[in-house]
């Protein structure tokens, strides 16, 4: 393949951080996670990844998901492992995916049907039963947190945009999935389960490793 055809990865991370918001950015910071995966960069491309996230973390003025000034700390609840509570970068890159999890499972139809990107495709399947077990195996939560705190911790982080218990109450979704056996998994379970995760990869995968130079 010629060159010419390659984008450097050091030119998506500058394209990103000269967006307004993590929110933003977090499409084109995706878009890095997969390339990284499914070339299986995932180690040498976190570099690249926690530029991006380290950018919008020490900016002066942190600009909100919601497109609001933050003044305060992300403040995340007891059911989320101290090893992100406590830091205030793994924080903020945390609610980020979450909030891109939302987005996906909320981009309307009409937008869908018109996707360019796979990322922009509504995802009709996903539940947050599937998110709360990714986040249990990749401990992020801890493993005996209940649906009714991991739904409160969820409806939190997304503020306004879902309404009070949609994500707690017992029939949204099929909870006995969090602790199901790999084996007991259908085969859509378990690709969900792999999307899911593969958007956790900028904050799970281990803080070091060299920067790959294309895509």
């Known amino acids: 393949m010629s060159s010419i055809r390659l984008i450097p990865v050091e030119f998506i991370v500058e394209h990103a951080k000269a967006l307004k918001t993590a929110a933003e950015a977090m ?11 499914t070339n299986h960069h995932e180690a040498e491309g976190y570099a690249a990844l926690r530029d991006i996230d380290d950018h919008f973390h ?5 600009v909100g998901l919601d497109g609001e000034t933050e003044q305060e700390p992300v403040v995340l609840d007891g059911c989320v492992l101290s090893r992100y509570r406590n830091n205030q970068t793994e924080a903020r890159m945390l609610v ?3 909030h891109e999890i939302h987005r996906r499972m909320n981009i309307p139809p009409e937008e869908s049907r018109k996707a360019k990107r796979p990322e922009d495709v509504r995802q009709d399947s996903w539940t947050w039963p599937h998110v709360m077990r990714v986040m249990i195996r990749k401990n992020i939560i801890f493993e005996k947190t209940k649906k009714a705190n991991f739904g409160l911790m969820i409806e939190k982080v997304l503020g306004k945009k879902v309404k009070v218990n949609s994500i707690r109450r ?12 790999d084996y007991d998994l259908s085969e859509q379970d378990k690709d969900i389960i792999r999307d899911i995760s593969a958007l956790f990869l900028p904050l799970t995968m281990p803080k070091n490793g060299n920067e790959p130079t294309g895509i």
């Open 27 to 37: 499409p084109l910071r995706q878009l890095l996670a997969d390339w990284f995966t």
């Open 58 to 62: 020490a900016s002066a003025k942190q």
């Open 96 to 98: 980020a995916i979450i």
């Open 170 to 181: 017992a029939n949204y979704g099929h909870y006995d999935i969090v602790e199901k056996y």
